[in-house]
Each structure stands twice: as structure tokens, then as C-alpha cells.
């Protein structure tokens, strides 16, 4: 996609990656408008950032999607770039019981909420000489981790679900890019400074340079293996990626 002179539309962009990008985004002197449920987080990121835009939308609900992408296109006619990026990351334990309401709101959230979304902007993003629709999976859609298994899978299920919108979308003037970012330090599950993780600025400068070039999947340079990873000798290395986290855990909560 193109970095400069766009109108982006980014939800989950109070907090982490996503605030992180929508700065970066707001630097480079694009129209940017981030979404999410707490007006106090959207009142905080918008007075850091002069000029910045905030919607409220809750990703779990239709009603709220629709209603948002009303608000957007009338608001905000030159909008060209959707970047679905709201998720969260529980861990869970699928050796026994799975809490029923909690895998309900996750797939709601990781996987149903971007594809709504788009469903209710991608005809807007047509009329668009060039616009392009972005989704933030996870090195995970690749390699999945045991201890968050449903997030795994959600973000397995949004990687498929991109390969084959990007394929019914090309012959419009609609790109679709997945960010998959390997364990950055943010407080998706508890920002630590644990030197496993990708500093987020590295990690949004990566990105960046990634995003310009068009290509399909922006992947950093520390999660290529892991991306080349699946097919039928994919267990040794899912394996011995588990084991480590078993052995020396991701560190939850403060």
C-alpha cells in the first residue's frame, strides 16, 4: 500500500500494535481515525495525537459495526484503508473443559469482528482508485502456541479467510495485506521488556517497510522460518517451539 495520502480506518487502535501504527500512520501526515469500546482510551490516544480521529465500536456486536461504517463513510468519504487489528489473547488449556463463553466472544472478536467489518466498507473501498484492506493475524496462524489454542486458530482462520478475499478481490482496485507479527512487547498479554519479544517500535519500523512493498503477507525478518514452517514436517518445529514455553513460560500478568 501506498504509506502517504490515505484515510484509515483502524480498529483495536488505543493500545499496542495498533496504536503504534496508527501513529506511525498519523506521522506520515495520513487521515487516521481508530475505533474502540473505552472513550476514555480513545479520548487519551486522540489528545496525544492532534488531528488523529475516534469512533466508538464494539467488534463483538453487528449493530455497532454497521452503525460505525455509517458514521465513517459520512464522515469520512475519502476512506480508502481498513485495517482490522481489535483482538485479544487468552490463554487456555483444551487438554480439558473449554469455557464455552469466553471461545464464543474470541472467535467473535479475532474472526467474525474483521470480517464484518469489512463486509460493511468493502463496497465503499470499490469506488476507490486504490484502497486497500488490512488484517493483523499472528505468527501463530502458522506455528500455533498450545497455551492459547483458540487464539491460535482464530488467527489461522483469518490468514485463510485473507488468502481467499485477496483472490475474489483481484480484479477490483481492493488490496488485502496481513500483518502477521511474531510476540511483540505490548500488553496483549503482559508487556514484560522479555527479551523473546520484538520491541514495538522495531517492529512498527519493519512493518512499515514491508507495507510499501506491496507484498501480500508483511512478515518480519525474525518469523520467516517459523512462516515457511507448515507442511508435513511441521510438528518437530511446533514441537520444540511448545516445549521451549513450557520450560520457560511467557510471564502473565504484572
Same mark, same amino acid.
Do not use: C
Given at each position: 500500500m501506498k504509506l502517504t495520502g490515505n484515510t484509515i480506518f483502524i480498529t483495536g487502535g488505543t493500545s499496542g500494535i495498533g496504536r503504534g501504527l496508527a501513529e506511525a500512520f498519523h506521522r506520515l501526515g495520513n487521515k487516521v481515525i481508530i475505533s474502540g469500546r473505552r472513550t476514555a482510551l480513545l479520548a487519551e490516544v486522540t489528545a496525544a495525537n492532534p488531528g488523529m480521529s475516534a469512533i466508538m465500536l464494539d467488534v463483538n456486536s453487528l449493530d455497532s459495526i454497521q452503525s460505525a461504517a455509517r458514521e465513517l463513510i459520512e464522515k469520512h468519504p475519502d476512506l480508502n484503508v481498513v485495517f482490522n487489528n481489535a483482538g485479544f489473547m487468552p490463554f487456555? +488449556?483444551?487438554?480439558?473443559?473449554?469455557?464455552?463463553?469466553? %471461545?464464543?466472544?474470541?472467535?467473535?472478536?479475532?474472526?467474525?469482528?474483521?470480517?464484518?467489518?469489512?463486509a460493511a466498507l468493502i463496497e465503499h473501498l470499490k469506488t476507490k482508485p486504490a484502497a486497500t484492506v488490512l488484517y493483523t493475524s499472528s505468527v501463530l496462524a502458522f506455528v500455533p502456541i498450545a497455551s492459547n489454542a483458540i487464539y491460535s486458530a482464530t488467527k489461522a482462520a483469518l #490468514?485463510?479467510?485473507?488468502?481467499? *478475499?485477496?483472490? *475474489?478481490?483481484?480484479n477490483t482496485t481492493v488490496r488485502v495485506q496481513e500483518i502477521a507479527p511474531p510476540?511483540?512487547?505490548?500488553?496483549?498479554?503482559?508487556?514484560?521488556?522479555?527479551?523473546?519479544?520484538?520491541?514495538?517500535? %522495531?517492529?512498527?519500523? *519493519?512493518?512499515?517497510?514491508?507495507?510499501?512493498?506491496? +507484498?501480500?503477507?508483511?512478515?518480519?525478518?525474525?518469523?520467516?522460518?517459523?512462516?515457511?514452517?507448515?507442511?508435513?514436517?511441521? #510438528? %518437530?518445529?511446533?514441537?520444540?517451539?511448545? *516445549?521451549?514455553?513450557?520450560?520457560?513460560p511467557i510471564p502473565v500478568g504484572a
Open positions: 487456555d +488449556d483444551v487438554s480439558g473443559p473449554v469455557d464455552d463463553a469466553v %471461545a464464543q466472544t474470541l472467535i467473535t472478536t479475532n474472526l467474525l469482528g474483521p470480517i464484518r467489518v469489512t #490468514h485463510s479467510f485473507a488468502l481467499s *478475499q485477496r483472490f *475474489q478481490l483481484r510476540w511483540v512487547d505490548t500488553d496483549l498479554i503482559y508487556k514484560s521488556g522479555d527479551p523473546r519479544a520484538m520491541p514495538l517500535p %522495531a517492529f512498527i519500523e *519493519q512493518t512499515l517497510a514491508a507495507l510499501a512493498t506491496d +507484498d501480500p503477507e508483511v512478515i518480519v525478518d525474525a518469523i520467516k522460518p517459523m512462516r515457511d514452517n507448515p507442511g508435513a514436517n511441521e #510438528h %518437530a518445529l511446533f514441537d520444540a517451539f511448545n *516445549q521451549s514455553l513450557v520450560e520457560n
